[in-house]
């Protein structure tokens, strides 16, 4: 079976691909050659072992923008498949084509590593903070670690999955999909600029198995109820507010007076708090206008009366800094736990809490779906839909009563056999 092309390596002898060594495998390299001008070619064929090899020449654009020819070389097929060097040259003309083509421009190719730097600040710089963040922890920790010194167009199916198995036993299967969908928006805006490049395609990678998955944590009513009522001044209103509305940390933590309409019984979700500075909030549909209770009032109206800082922010520390939502947690929640006994957990513990009790309370999905702000009403019953309603309960209870051999309605086992 035939394979997309592969450039010969061009790196030297003295530092070879990681996954050569990784692999224990050596690198054939060879050095790249130029021509005066591009011409039509018709490549040549070669039998080795038992396959056919097909090797032509490619006009591409270096890192110093000049154009210079590299030879590629493909596997075109076994000598079974293509009994004849005939049918492997007609093979061959099939990879040569778009290089042979009137309308054909060359590609441009670089490292990795040269690419990054650019993208870095193209792209990258123009993401919300956390994402900068969790895309540099990924080109340090695992992408330019290992793939840094190949060239872009090399970065093909084939290394993508030994990037893929060489993660898979540091690295959590979520984590590895992170990884990966930020090698991935690298690949294609290498594409978009005209560089000799593969995107990654997940369907052919083959991932890690997902592993059992843990119930989300979350609190009963009772709990929230007493959790509530223990914390004091500003972390009792944060409290309340992820409680009653199912609002995430961040945009908790992002709350301004201006947010809330009293009179209407409205709060408008407009941003969001990551590690002390304002970003926009993780999606667009998470950009809303959500009502809120009586009770919230209640609680949320006075704070709001007592601010002092100018910004009108519902929540700083004591240093009028905006909060970390794991500062909050150890500092305050943690406490209050412990105290009452129970697990440990985060902020998005309210928010499954919410969630479910929606559920629970009879709100249809779809209404369930626009609190949460999710894109789609899986996410809300596969992820945060742990509640067992009364009627799934009542239709199990009815399928169990018609199979109970003690049940009323059951005939005596001498009956039953003849």
Same mark, same amino acid.
């Given at each position: !079976?035939?394979?997309?092309?592969?450039?010969?390596?061009?790196?030297?002898?003295?530092?070879?691909?990681?996954?050569?060594?990784?692999?224990?495998?050596?690198?054939?390299?060879?050095?790249?050659?130029?021509?005066?001008?591009?011409?039509?070619?018709?490549?040549?064929?070669? @039998?080795?072992?038992?396959?056919?090899?097909?090797?032509?020449?490619?006009?591409?654009?270096?890192?110093?923008?000049?154009?210079?020819?590299?030879?590629?070389?493909?596997?075109?097929?076994?000598?079974?498949?293509?009994?004849?060097?005939?049918?492997?040259?007609?093979?061959?003309?099939?990879? +040569?084509?778009?290089?042979?083509?009137?309308?054909?421009?060359?590609?441009?190719?670089?490292?990795?590593?040269?690419?990054?730097?650019?993208?870095?600040?193209?792209?990258?710089?123009?993401?919300?903070?956390?994402?900068?963040?969790?895309?540099?922890?990924?080109?340090?920790?695992?992408?330019?670690?290992?793939?840094?010194?190949?060239? @872009?167009? *090399?970065?093909?199916?084939? =290394?993508?999955? !030994?990037?893929?198995?060489?993660?898979?036993?540091?690295?959590?299967?979520?984590?590895?999909?992170?990884?990966?969908?930020?090698?991935?928006?690298?690949?294609?805006?290498?594409?978009?600029?005209?560089?000799?490049?593969?995107?990654?395609?997940?369907?052919?990678?083959?991932?890690?198995?997902?592993?059992?998955?843990?119930?989300?944590?979350?609190?009963?009513?009772?709990?929230?109820?007493?959790?509530?009522?223990?914390?004091?001044?500003?972390?009792?209103?944060?409290?309340?507010?992820?409680? !009653?509305?199912?609002?995430?940390?961040? *945009?908790?933590?992002?709350?301004?007076?201006?947010?809330?309409?009293?009179?209407?019984?409205?709060?408008?979700? &407009?941003?969001?708090?990551?590690?002390?500075?304002?970003?926009?909030?993780? $999606?667009? =549909?998470?950009?809303?206008?959500?009502?809120?209770?009586?009770? @919230?009032?209640? +609680?949320?109206?006075?704070?709001?009366?007592?601010?002092? =800082?100018?910004?009108?922010?519902?929540?700083?520390?004591?240093?009028?800094?905006?909060?970390?939502?794991?500062?909050?947690?150890?500092?305050?929640?943690?406490?209050?736990?412990?105290?009452?006994?129970?697990?440990?957990?985060?902020?998005?513990?309210?928010?499954?809490?919410?969630?479910?009790?929606?559920?629970?309370?009879?709100?249809?999905?779809?209404?369930?779906?626009?609190?949460? &702000?999710? $894109?789609?009403?899986?996410?809300? +019953?596969?992820?945060?839909?742990?509640?067992?309603?009364?009627?799934?309960?009542?239709?199990?209870?009815?399928?169990? $009563?018609?199979?109970?051999?003690?049940?009323?309605?059951?005939?005596?086992?001498?009956? @039953?056999?003849?």
């Amino acid at each position: !079976m035939a394979s997309t092309p592969q450039p010969d390596r061009l790196l030297p002898r003295s530092k070879p691909s990681i996954f050569a060594a990784v692999l224990g495998g050596r690198v054939n390299e060879r050095k790249e050659c130029s021509m005066a001008r591009r011409r039509y070619q018709k490549g040549s064929v070669i @039998l080795r072992g038992s396959n056919w090899y097909g090797r032509y020449r490619e006009s591409v654009i270096g890192p110093d923008g000049r154009e210079i020819r590299i030879r590629r070389s493909v596997i075109l097929g076994s000598k079974r498949e293509l009994p004849t060097k005939r049918l492997a040259e007609r093979r061959l003309e099939v990879f +040569i084509a778009p290089v042979n083509s009137i309308s054909y421009r060359p590609g441009r190719v670089a490292t990795l590593e040269e690419f990054t730097e650019r993208w870095k600040i193209e792209i990258l710089s123009k993401r919300k903070l956390s994402t900068i963040h969790a895309a540099e922890s990924h080109l340090r920790n695992q992408i330019l670690p290992l793939l840094g010194k190949i060239r @872009l167009s *090399e970065l093909g199916t084939e =290394n993508q999955q !030994m990037f893929v198995t060489r993660l898979s036993g540091t690295v959590s299967r979520k984590t590895l999909l992170n990884v990966l969908g930020t090698l991935s928006s690298m690949l294609r805006t290498a594409q978009n600029w005209g560089y000799v490049s593969q995107g990654v395609s997940f369907s052919k990678l083959a991932l890690p198995e997902r592993s059992v998955k843990e119930q989300a944590r979350r609190f009963t009513a009772e709990q929230v109820r007493t959790v509530i009522a223990i914390a004091k001044g500003q972390y009792r209103v944060m409290f309340a507010i992820a409680a !009653m509305t199912g609002l995430r940390a961040g *945009e908790i933590l992002g709350l301004q007076a201006r947010d809330f309409d009293f009179e209407g019984r409205l709060v408008h979700v &407009r941003r969001s708090v990551w590690r002390g500075k304002p970003q926009t909030p993780k $999606s667009v =549909n998470s950009e809303a206008v959500l009502p809120i209770p009586d009770q @919230l009032v209640e +609680i949320v109206k006075p704070h709001i009366e007592s601010l002092q =800082n100018s910004m009108g922010w519902l929540f700083v520390n004591s240093r009028g800094h905006l909060f970390i939502a794991e500062n909050v947690v150890r500092q305050a929640l943690a406490p209050i736990l412990d105290e009452l006994k129970i697990p440990r957990c985060g902020f998005h513990a309210f928010r499954h809490t919410h969630t479910s009790l929606l559920l629970q309370s009879g709100a249809p999905v779809p209404v369930t779906q626009a609190q949460l &702000r999710h $894109s789609d009403p899986r996410i809300t +019953i596969g992820i945060y839909g742990h509640v067992i309603g009364d009627d799934h309960r009542g239709a199990v209870e009815r399928v169990a $009563s018609l199979l109970d051999p003690n049940g009323p309605n059951a005939r005596p086992p001498t009956q @039953l056999i003849q």
